[in-house]
């Protein structure tokens, strides 16, 4: 992809979420967000709960940041601090972003299928674990691309199905609705791509 489509993607998904978002802000609640939720309850069984919550865990902040700061340590460290500062950019901006919409848009965590004493107590639309492994995913993929440093690209590869894993652990625990993950997605998505159109000079990937 070039500098040029990946200002059109991010801004397509732009678009896409900002749709999203006033739909949340007016209505909170997509048609389609309880049936999804009751497909994922119908189905859960003690195994999955386990599985699923083990997989959850790769989207949280205390896995990831530690895995992030040491990658821009590293970085910065062999002399790459152009490298460091996008890959802090874009994970820490995605971050940022997603935590300010929570606030800003205030939507509720679903409570269909689960004791509202088992929720998260902060607001549910975006998802920060479906943001924070794409952000990181996309990351590595862009500078495995420009760069062409084999070991991102491996990485970035291993970390697109967990992160569709992770996505899927929150709506399967009843902590998010579907649209919330898909909002986390877009998020990193519009964010990464868009840093990655202003921040490096030369041929785009």
Same mark, same amino acid.
């Given at each position: 992809?070039?500098l040029?489509n990946?200002?059109v *993607?991010?801004?397509?998904?732009l678009l +896409? ?7 949340v802000?007016i209505?909170?609640v997509?048609?389609f967000d309880e049936p999804?939720l009751a497909?994922?309850?119908?189905y ?5 709960d386990v599985?699923?919550?083990? #997989? ?5 902040? &205390? !896995?990831?940041?530690? +895995? @992030?700061l040491?990658?821009i340590?590293m970085?910065?460290?062999?002399g790459f601090?152009?490298r460091?500062?996008?890959?802090g950019l874009?994970?820490g901006g995605?971050?940022?972003v997603?935590?300010?919409l929570?606030?800003?848009l ?6 269909f299928f ?7 107590l902060d607001?549910?639309?975006?998802s ?6 794409t952000a990181?995913?996309l990351?590595?993929l862009i500078?495995h691309?420009?760069?062409? *440093?084999?070991?991102?690209? @491996?990485?970035?590869a291993?970390l697109l199905?967990l992160?569709?894993? *992770?996505?899927l652990?929150? *709506? &399967?625990l009843? #902590?998010?609705?579907?649209?919330? #993950?898909?909002?986390?997605?877009? !998020?990193?998505?519009?964010? !990464?791509?868009?840093?990655?159109c &202003? ?7």
């Amino acid at each position: 992809m070039t500098l040029f489509n990946n200002c059109v *993607v991010g801004i397509i998904g732009l678009l +896409i979420f900002l749709a999203m978002a006033a739909v949340v802000y007016i209505k909170q609640v997509f048609w389609f967000d309880e049936p999804v939720l009751a497909f994922f309850a119908h189905y859960r069984t003690p195994i999955r709960d386990v599985f699923f919550n083990a #997989v959850t865990w790769a989207g949280s902040l &205390y !896995v990831l940041m530690p +895995i @992030v700061l040491a990658g821009i340590f590293m970085l910065k460290k062999s002399g790459f601090g152009d490298r460091a500062l996008f890959l802090g950019l874009g994970f820490g901006g995605a971050m940022l972003v997603t935590n300010i919409l929570k606030r800003l848009l205030g939507r509720a965590r679903p409570q269909f299928f689960i004791d509202p004493a088992l929720l998260p107590l902060d607001h549910s639309f975006p998802s920060g674990h479906a943001t924070h492994i794409t952000a990181l995913m996309l990351c590595l993929l862009i500078l495995h691309h420009r760069f062409a *440093v084999p070991g991102y690209s @491996v990485t970035a590869a291993l970390l697109l199905p967990l992160a569709i894993l *992770v996505a899927l652990s929150r *709506v &399967y625990l009843q #902590v998010h609705f579907l649209t919330d #993950v898909i909002a986390g997605i877009l !998020v990193a998505l519009v964010w !990464v791509l868009l840093l990655d159109c &202003y921040y490096w000079k030369g041929p785009g990937i």
